[in-house]
Structures are given as structure tokens and as C-alpha cells.
């Protein structure tokens, strides 16, 4: 997927032959007052135009593009150089909207899906699920220790999703577990500790068969903890990690700005780390 973000990303952003200067952006963007959408070289309002065709979206994926397209007119400022992109079915329309910036806005940034910059100043990601405090399971897709770097690596950390990944508490919807990365010589001393120590039996083991150019072969297991036990994630993924062998738990705590969710409606919610929940109706 990355391969074809970084496409997607290039193809749209690659420099002009044209030297002719950019006029100054001024009209406002059909999906948020924040951010201006950037003008043509003709000096007429660029046609935001997705090159994935409406027709062909639900109104589910219509809500899930503009809860992408909302958090980045509000959170991708122009004076953001590094910028963390995470991965799941959100975020080719977090892509999408940064390309609609255009290439003047995106000629100086530069977007990573793995942190070799120390400091990043904001990363849009997935999820598997958010709870009410916007904690996050992450790792369904077994990429969270690369995605828990890039969070952690960024000043601002934006999660979008769609409506069955809000929830009140994590394990709600999703009923995999919560996702441990763990090193082979390790894998079953930590599994007995998971079904003993932390009274957790259905701990299963799964292999990640498809991990791009990544040849280490770690293993990770699935940890179903019960729901009331989720209602204090910080505590359980501090104890997993303090395991031998354990190398990252698909646990986010503590650690997102906000969240974007699509709803069913076609409307998006939005939720802040400081309690504030608003709407944002669909998008006609």
C-alpha cells in the first residue's frame, strides 16, 4: 500500500516545466473554512476533483473521505514540513486531500510512512478502534510498531476511521484482541505468560506472512482481554511491554490530538483529548 501512496503522491507532486509564478490562494474550500484551496496557474479556483469517482463510493466511504479531507484542512498547516502517513482504508483519502494542496503547498514537505526523522510535525492514521478518551487499538494489519513510532515521533497525532471504530470502550466492536509483536526465541514464553500471568487464554498466535521489505520474522499474538479490563489500556499495555520478548503493543494511549469519524449518515464526528465532541454535517 505504501508503494502505491508514494505513486499516488509523486505523480500528483512532481515539479512543473512551467515557471510562471503561482498566484495567492484565497477561496475557501467546499469542506472546511480553514484551509484555502490553492488556485491554478491561470489564476483560477483549482477543481477538487477525486480520482476516485463518487459514484462509485457508499455513503459510508463518502463519510470516511470527508472525515480524512476535514482533518487535514484542520490540522495540516502550511508551515508543516514532515508529515507522517500512517495506513488503513482512511488513509488513501488523507493522501487524496494532500495532494489537493497542490504542488506549491507540497513542494518542500516530505511524507514518510516510517520515522527517520526524530521529529515530525503531525502523522494521520487509522484505527482499529478509539475509545471515549481517544485511546487507540492499533495492529490489525500487524504494522504498529512502525505506526506507534511515527505517533509517537509527531508533535500532532490525528486519528481517522470510520463510526464502528468509535466506541466508549476498546474491545467493543473489535474482537481480536489487542495485537503484541513479538520476537520469535520469545514467542512462547510470552504466550504462556499471556494465558497464566494475565489471565488471558484465548492469546493466540499469528504470523505476519506479508511484511513489505521487512525480512525480520516476528510473530505476534492476539490478546482478547475482557471489557472491563479495556477500560484501563494504559495499565495493561504497560504491563504487556514490561514482558521479555515483547517488542510493541498495539495499544495507543494517551497520545492522539483528535479523531475523525465517518459516520453511516454520510456526517463525521470529531472528538478532541479535551472532552469536545462536534459535528460536521454530509457533504452534499
Known amino acids: ?41 491561470i489564476g483560477q479556483p483549482t477543481k477538487l476533483v477525486s480520482p476516485i469517482k463518487i459514484p462509485n463510493l457508499s455513503v459510508l466511504e463518502r463519510s470516511k473521505q470527508l472525515a480524512a479531507w476535514t482533518a487535514v484542512d484542520q490540522h495540516v498547516k502550511p508551515e508543516h514540513r514532515v508529515i507522517g502517513i500512517g495506513s488503513g482504508s482512511t488513509v488513501p483519502y488523507v493522501v487524496e486531500r ?28 487509522g484505527a482499529d478502534e478509539v475509545d471515549h478518551n481517544l ?19 509527531a508533535n500532532t497525532f490525528i486519528l481517522v476511521a470510520d463510526f ?50 521487512f525480512h525480520i520474522p516476528l510473530r505476534f499474538d492476539y490478546a482478547p482481554f475482557e471489557l472491563e479490563r479495556m477500560k484501563e489500556p494504559h495499565i495493561i499495555m504497560t504491563q504487556i511491554k514490561m514482558l521479555t520478548g515483547v517488542v510493541e503493543v498495539g495499544l495507543f494511549c494517551n497520545m492522539a490530538k483528535a479523531a475523525y469519524f465517518g459516520n453511516e449518515d454520510g456526517s463525521v464526528t470529531i472528538k478532541t483529548d479535551d472532552g469536545r465532541v462536534e459535528q460536521v454535517p454530509a457533504s452534499q
Open 1 to 41: 500500500m505504501y508503494r502505491s501512496l508514494a505513486r499516488l503522491l509523486w505523480g500528483a507532486l512532481k515539479p512543473s516545466i512551467s515557471t510562471m509564478p503561482l498566484p495567492t490562494p484565497v477561496p475557501l474550500s467546499p469542506v472546511s473554512p480553514i484551509r484555502p484551496v490553492v488556485l491554478s496557474r
Open 164 to 213: 464502528r471504530k468509535n466506541v466508549e470502550y476498546l474491545g467493543t466492536n473489535y474482537t481480536p484482541g489487542v495485537p503484541i509483536e513479538v520476537v520469535p526465541f520469545a514467542y512462547a514464553k510470552v504466550l504462556q505468560n499471556l494465558h497464566h500471568a494475565f489471565e488471558c487464554p484465548k492469546a493466540s498466535l499469528r504470523m505476519a506472512v506479508k511484511k513489505g521489505r
Open 98 to 125: 494532500i495532494v489537493q494542496l497542490g504542488a506549491a503547498a507540497n513542494q518542500e514537505r516530505v511524507f514518510i510512512p516510517t520515522a527517520k526523522f526524530p521529529t515530525i510535525d503531525i502523522t494521520l492514521d
Open 135 to 153: 485511546n487507540c487499538i492499533k495492529g490489525g494489519g500487524a504494522c504498529h510498531l512502525r505506526e506507534k513510532v511515527l505517533a509517537e515521533a
